[in-house]
């Protein structure tokens, strides 16, 4: 109970401070579809950028919700241990904070530039969730020119949101996956080689999944933002074997608005997507995969190279069905001819109407 009266004051003054307060905090419901979609039951978990570690904390609550098969498939009670990074002290004693009043270990919650002083160098994954700012230029990426974490091309001095998804993809262990959150403009921008570094990403098999997200979700920008998955092994284990392919995941129509500014995922928007990627990655208890136009479509990698290895999911998923109310074309047509001569011949009525009022008034007629 503390620990929810705890995040619910930070979530509170996150909401007042605006873009300084959401620098420490994520949005519940984008923590929770992160956790919903990887699933981290065993193993290491890490948070290049914690903030106030919301994503430790969301996993743990999905372990202690799922374990020993409790409404999940018969997974078992799971084992992870965490590792963080945050740069500003403050926010590292909140993280530190958080932890301890649920009783989870914080002691690998390190204060530090990520970039330019990484505590965790030898660190291998299973898991990354995290949600790195929106195009920070200074990063201090000229400093960084040929370090060995960008095997996909150097990032550009003035953005470092591929310099984030080059440090994640470091991180990872051989079979491990990871979720976060970028700005759209990381799906299609050209700029400064970050679409060759987005093209090689894409050419190594390692994304895995694109989502979309509904705009006014987090409290420190307004930019539309969308959610990574990258996966190291493709091939799932046990799962269907994904490689050479991409799904894509539209939500922008999801969500509610919890107050004039701020939207919310509901419970069910995070059951579906989540749902619908665990399908197409072929889990048994997830049910059957489709593709439904306008929401999700599973692409080859053929078609994204068409596409000029763009991630925008709105480019893939098409539109979405109309419902067919069943009337013949050439009747509907018909009906919608004869409606529209109505409306002409009423308006020309109306200009009539209004010419002659203004004749009586004596404003002459209506040119």
């Known amino acids: 109970m503390l620990g929810r009266v705890y995040e619910y004051f930070l979530s509170q003054f996150a909401s007042a401070e605006g873009k300084k307060g959401g ?16 699933e981290p039951y065993r193993g290491r978990v890490y948070d290049p950028c914690c903030g106030s570690s919301g994503m430790f904390v969301q996993s743990v609550e999905f372990i202690r919700a799922h374990a020993n098969g409790n409404g999940n498939g018969g997974k078992a009670r799971a084992d992870i ?10 926010t590292w004693r909140l993280a530190r904070m958080n932890l301890a009043i649920r009783g989870i270990d914080s002691g690998q919650i390190a204060h530090g530039d990520t970039f330019h002083h990484d505590r965790h160098p030898d660190l ?20 960084l020119r040929d370090d060995k974490r960008w095997q996909y091309g150097t ?3 003035g953005n470092a949101n591929f310099a984030w998804v080059q440090h994640i993809v470091h991180h990872l262990a051989p079979a491990g996956v990871a979720g ?12 400064s080689g970050e679409g060759e570094i987005r093209k090689n990403l894409i050419e190594a098999d390692l994304v895995d999944c694109m989502v979309a997200l509904p705009g006014q979700l987090f409290y420190s920008t307004q930019i539309p933002a969308c959610l990574w998955f990258l996966a190291r092994d493709r091939r799932n284990g046990k799962f269907r074997d994904r490689r050479g392919h991409i799904l894509f995941i539209d939500a ?37 995969y489709a593709d439904v136009p306008g929401f999700c479509r ?16 709105g480019r893939y998923v098409g539109a ?9 074309f050439a009747e509907k047509m018909q009906r919608l001819t004869a409606t529209l001569r109505e409306q002409q011949a009423e308006a020309l009525r109306l200009d009539a109407a209004i010419a002659a009022n203004l004749q009586e008034l004596g404003f002459g007629a209506l040119r």
């Not at 291998?124 to 400093?143: C, H, M, Q, T, V």
């Not at 599973?298 to 999911?313: F, I, N, Q, W």
């Not at 979405?320 to 013949?328: C, R, S, Y």
Request: charged share 30%; hydrophobic share 35%; aromatic share 8%.
């Open 23 to 38: 620098e420490f905090y994520t949005p519940r419901c984008v923590v929770k579809l992160l956790v919903e979609m990887l």
């Open 81 to 90: 241990s965490i590792y963080g990074q945050e740069s500003n002290y403050t």
């Open 124 to 143: 291998k994954a299973d898991y990354i969730l995290a949600n790195p700012p929106f195009n920070i230029s200074d990063w201090g990426g000229e400093r």
């Open 155 to 157: 990032p550009p001095a």
């Open 180 to 191: 976060f959150v970028l700005a759209n403009g990381s799906m299609s921008s050209n700029q």
């Open 252 to 288: 922008r129509k999801l969500g509610r608005m919890v107050d004039r500014t701020h939207r919310e995922l509901t419970d069910e928007d995070i059951a579906r997507i989540a749902d619908t990627y665990h399908a197409w990655r072929g889990e048994p208890e997830a049910g059957e």
């Open 298 to 313: 599973s692409a080859e990698l053929a078609e994204v190279r068409k596409h000029g290895h763009v991630l925008t999911p």
């Open 320 to 328: 979405e069905a109309q419902a067919d109310d069943g009337e013949p």
